[in-house]
């Protein structure tokens, strides 16, 4: 560890800096049928661009340096996308669209990409353990590829923070209807409020996958944005299947609070699960609302719809 990539928690824990995330996108995307048939549904188009490229500005803007996905078979066009596209920046160019040139261009230079394949479908957590190679012996961000959070705030950096205050794991909350806890991994905690991050920290007691709402330890559901030791791996090599008969990353996040301890963390933000049709719809709404070139257009263009 060189003094450059690490900093010391209050209580003097060296804690290295958080520069990779894992983005699992070999989901088969089968609630979102017959959309993703044939194509990945981290490629869906939210207003003017695929899902996973909000994921991806989430991480560079929260200083992550190297985001590795984890795709399947099908997902071609996901590699397609960050990768340089010369023939279309020249076309651009020497049609006068530099600004389009530019833009092409960022999305290939934005961060380092790296790709490694889930051969089956066994599971978030067995996408994760996939990761482990690229990662490596040092803490990561997970970013789950259809969950969009939008904002100046992003909510890796508000778990990065944590990390590195207290270089103990950390995993995004937020509360849900009671009737929708079967959706979602839920935790139970007891509240841990310290400065500057207050009532927002809880201490993990335990974690459920999507339990049924008269089994659920409470209505705080994860997110898909986790900020991790590299304990984890451990913990999911001996995670057995569980939920749906896969391997959960929650399973394997219950092992690691044991052990180690895991942060709950209320982030400051509004979630889309933009990977049910219904979320989809409320993020492209939303986000078209907030979108610098068609919000007043389309706010005036729903204003004259008859609700
Ligand atoms: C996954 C996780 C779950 C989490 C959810 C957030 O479930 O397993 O713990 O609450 O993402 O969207 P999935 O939605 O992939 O079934």
């Not at 983005?23 to 899902?51: I, N, S």
Request: hydrophobic content about 40%; proline content about 7%.
């Amino acid at each position: 560890m060189t003094t450059n990539d690490s900093q010391s928690s209050p209580n003097s824990v060296p804690v290295r800096k958080v520069r990779k995330a894992v983005l699992p996108a070999a989901g088969l995307g089968t609630r979102f049928l017959p959309a993703t048939k044939a194509q990945p549904k981290e490629m869906l188009t939210v207003v003017d661009k695929p899902q996973i490229q909000y994921v991806a500005e989430e991480c560079v803007a929260s200083g992550i340096e190297h985001i590795i996905i984890v795709t399947g078979r099908g997902k071609s066009a996901i590699e397609d996308h960050f990768d340089s596209s010369p023939f279309l920046e020249d076309f651009l160019e020497k049609h006068g669209k530099k600004q389009q040139a530019k833009m092409v261009r960022d999305i290939s230079d934005m961060v380092q990409v790296s790709y490694t394949r889930q051969k089956e479908p066994l599971g978030l957590g067995h996408a994760v353990l996939v990761a482990r190679d690229l990662v490596g012996d040092e803490p990561f961000a997970v970013l789950l590829g259809d969950v969009l959070i939008p904002g100046e705030n992003p909510a890796t950096k508000q778990l990065i923070d944590v990390h590195e205050a207290t270089g103990v794991g950390a995993i995004a909350v937020e509360e849900v209807p009671r009737d929708r806890t079967h959706l979602y991994g839920i935790v139970a905690g007891e509240p841990a409020p310290q400065p500057p991050f207050g009532a927002r920290l809880l201490r993990i007691r335990d974690l459920v996958e999507k339990p049924k709402p008269e089994n659920a330890p409470s209505n705080l559901a994860i997110t898909g944005r986790y900020v991790l030791p590299p304990a984890i791996f451990d913990c999911l090599e001996r995670t057995k299947p569980g939920a749906g008969n896969e391997i959960q990353l929650t399973d394997g996040l219950r092992t690691l609070a044991q052990e180690q301890g895991l942060w709950a963390y209320i982030y400051e933000g509004i979630s889309y699960d933009a990977g049910d049709k219904l979320g989809f719809l409320k993020a492209t709404v939303e986000l078209a609302l907030l979108n610098s070139e068609l919000g007043a257009d389309f706010r005036a263009y729903l204003k004259t719809l008859k609700l």
